[in-house]
């Protein structure tokens, strides 16, 4: 995996998490409220992936996504003050 380098601009087709339109169906928290989203979708990296978005506010927009390659290799995405700018908070291994 090639890891990106800190600050990502999600409208690059190298780099961020994928794009997709957020609509959460899991329960992740088991508070009733339905907050996050799991799907396959290609990464930046250029191989297909896990993806996990999460709605950690409750504003109905995806706050943290974390894309986990078929070999274990993850990372977590944050947004910015400004949402169009992505920050790498977390990468590693499983």
């Known amino acids: ?3 990106a380098d800190g600050l990502i ?3 690059r087709a ?3 998490p994928p794009g997709f339109e957020f609509d959460p169906t899991v329960d992740a928290g088991g508070d009733g409220v339905v907050d ?3 799907f396959r979708a290609d ?9 996990i978005a ?3 506010d409750g504003d109905g927009t995806a706050d943290r996504v974390t894309t986990f390659e078929d070999d274990g290799d993850f990372v977590r995405w944050e947004p910015g003050e400004n949402d169009s700018v992505w ?3 977390e990468r590693g291994s499983l």
């Open 87 to 89: 920050t790498v908070t």
């Open 54 to 56: 999460a709605d950690l």
């Open 9 to 11: 601009d999600p409208g």
């Open 14 to 16: 190298e780099s961020g």
């Open 43 to 51: 990464l930046a990296s250029g191989e297909a992936g896990l993806v």
């Open 1 to 3: 995996m090639e890891w």
């Open 36 to 38: 996050t989203m799991v």
